[in-house]
């Protein structure tokens, strides 16, 4: 078994390390201090396709696997885990229409992703958070919580459900959930 890179997949991994080193590397540490994200830096990432990496090619994106957007997270990952997490979320939004979506929900929410708007999800369990891992309900899925308040502190936005659990705080309102 062959487990080099294909030439298709030395050039992905190359374009994320050039994006890495050219553009996040040099504002990690700022945007780290000042706990914000850069928006233009996710329309240079999708410039040169590293968002929506797993957007189906039927529907306008690049088609690329798992495996592919592995190489570009681990990549980006490398200059700051933290921006990786933002430009690496839309192709999360993706995976769950990809696997679930109906054929409508799929040509909506990957022509939205692609024109630019921004993915967004979380999940909590009364007894675990946001470690799905450790809920006893049901196996772990990507689910949209049902919230009773919506407080806003500057960018950040906290959702609590229940008064028993709370959903991460988000720096950003995200136009599309699951």
């Known amino acids: 078994m062959n487990f080099e890179l294909n030439e298709q997949q030395k050039l992905i991994q190359q374009a994320a390390r050039d994006f890495a080193r050219s553009e996040i590397l040099p504002i990690a540490a700022q945007c780290d201090r000042e706990a914000n ?17 797993t957007v189906p090619a039927e529907y306008g994106g690049s088609g690329l696997g798992a495996f592919d957007l592995a190489l570009v997270t ?7 885990t933290g921006i990786n997490g933002a430009l690496g979320l839309n192709s999360v939004i993706a995976d769950v229409f990809h ?11 990957f022509s939205r992703l692609n ?8 999940l909590t369990e009364p007894d675990a958070g ?10 772990c899925a990507v689910v949209i919580p049902m919230c009773s308040t919506a407080t806003r502190y500057g960018y950040r936005i906290r959702l609590w459900r229940n ?5 991460p705080e988000q720096t950003r309102m995200a136009d599309i959930a699951a």
């Open 37 to 53: 994200f850069p928006l233009e830096l996710m329309d240079k990432a999708r410039d040169v396709g590293l968002v929506n990496v």
């Open 163 to 167: 008064s028993s659990s709370y959903l």
């Open 115 to 122: 024109s630019g708007e921004f993915g967004g999800y979380a």
């Open 99 to 109: 696997v679930a979506g109906s054929v409508e929900q799929k040509k909506q929410v």
């Open 74 to 80: 681990q990549e980006l990952a490398w200059a700051c």
């Open 130 to 139: 946001s470690d799905c891992q450790r809920s006893r309900r049901v196996p």
